[in-house]
């Protein structure tokens, strides 16, 4: 018998009360270590969720420093050639609330980052976020309402950052899983070839 959660009060009774330094751990503006978490992570999660309720969580991926602390409440996060389907963009649009996770490879905690967004296609701080000659054409601006350190032990138990436990091969290639699962009308041969090694030479372009 599946048996629900349908109150905050079940809930909490369930798994307990945080102790004072969790509940205490929120601020809202950079301090310089957050600064120095930002230089240096090269990937982040974005979330998202339109008005009707539908929910969307974008990876975005540069050169560690990618997120550029505007002043010690705003944050930017720029744009890069993607698939199009701007579904975390068209969210923002309709409601600004995002949640931001930061990694840094090989570290098991992460920085959050919750606040309001918008979009903006050109200011001058987007001379600061070019890579490989990539300008983006727009950016997320995010202005901090919740900033956090989160704990480790999601990682510690996946050992996401163990190398003896990665099993890539224990998949079928992404040309494979795209030919399977969407069944374009490429051939397997011709998206092995697109998703081989010069994919990663046009990722700017």
């Given at each position: 018998m599946t048996v629900e959660i349908t109150?905050?009060?079940?809930?909490?009774?369930?798994?307990?009360?945080?102790?004072?330094?969790?509940?205490?751990?929120?601020?809202?503006?950079?301090?310089?270590?957050?600064?120095?978490?930002?230089?240096?992570?090269?990937?982040?999660?974005?979330?998202t969720a339109g008005t009707d309720g539908t929910c969307d969580v974008s990876p975005k991926g540069d050169p560690p420093g990618f997120a550029l602390p505007l002043d010690d409440t705003t944050i930017a996060v720029p744009e890069r050639p993607g698939n199009r389907r701007a579904d975390g963009y068209r969210n923002i649009l309709d409601n600004p609330h995002v949640?931001?996770?930061?990694?840094?490879?090989?570290?098991?905690?992460?920085?959050?980052?919750?606040?309001?967004?918008?979009?903006?296609?050109?200011?001058?701080?987007?001379?600061?976020?070019?890579?490989?000659?990539?300008?983006?054409?727009?950016?997320i601006v995010v202005e901090i309402e919740q900033i956090f350190y989160h704990c480790a032990k999601a990682f510690l138990r996946s050992e996401l950052w163990r190398p003896e436990t990665w099993q890539p091969d224990a998949?079928?290639?992404?040309?494979?899983?795209?030919?399977?699962?969407?069944?374009?009308?490429?051939?397997?041969?011709d998206l092995e070839r697109h998703y081989g090694p010069a994919y990663a030479k046009k990722i700017y372009s």
């Open positions: 109150s905050h009060e079940e809930l909490r009774e369930l798994l307990g009360t945080p102790n004072a330094r969790v509940v205490a751990k929120d601020r809202r503006a950079l301090h310089e270590r957050d600064r120095q978490w930002l230089a240096a992570s090269p990937f982040c999660l974005v979330a949640g931001l996770i930061f990694l840094v490879p090989g570290r098991t905690d992460t920085l959050r980052i919750n606040g309001r967004a918008r979009l903006v296609r050109d200011a001058p701080f987007f001379d600061d976020m070019v890579v490989k000659g990539h300008r983006p054409i727009l950016a998949l079928p290639s992404r040309a494979r899983l795209i030919k399977e699962v969407e069944a374009p009308a490429e051939s397997l041969a």
